[in-house]
């Protein structure tokens, strides 16, 4: 069995910066890629960002680009989300993501992930 465990969340004002982090632990091998998603208030989960697990390969969502950095470290089987210049848009609940067998929706789907992590709350304030 595969867990994620995330931590990190916290409230900020706009133009600041945080890391979050997420911790897999279990039947580790075989994993593919690492993804990121957020779901604000009354909004749907949305793809923030993805890398593959040799991180040869990462994509972000356009509303985060250039101001977000998705990292991994295998070593700890962690994935990170640097978060810079936050909006109050950027408030929301974000959630790390594991994919082991490709499903073919792409990585910036959430159908794509095998296994979430329980979410961090993060309120930016303007």
């Known amino acids: 069995q595969v867990r994620l465990v995330q931590s990190g969340g916290k409230s900020l004002q706009a133009g600041d910066s945080l890391r979050v982090s997420c911790e897999m632990s279990?039947?580790?091998?075989?994993?593919?890629?690492w993804g990121w998603f957020r779901q604000g208030p009354g909004k749907e989960r949305e793809f923030v960002a993805t890398?593959?697990?040799?991180?040869?390969?990462?994509e972000y969502a356009g509303s985060v680009k250039g101001r977000f950095v998705i990292s991994r470290d295998n070593s700890k089987s962690t994935v990170y989300l640097q978060m810079n210049a936050l909006k109050p848009e950027d408030s929301a609940v974000y959630y790390c993501a594991v994919q082991f067998s490709a499903l073919g929706y792409g990585l910036g789907r959430s159908e794509e992930y095998d296994f979430w992590g329980q979410g961090t709350q993060v309120t930016v304030s303007s």
């Open positions: 890398i593959t697990w040799n991180g040869k390969n990462s």
């Open positions: 279990g039947h580790t091998s075989n994993a593919y890629a």
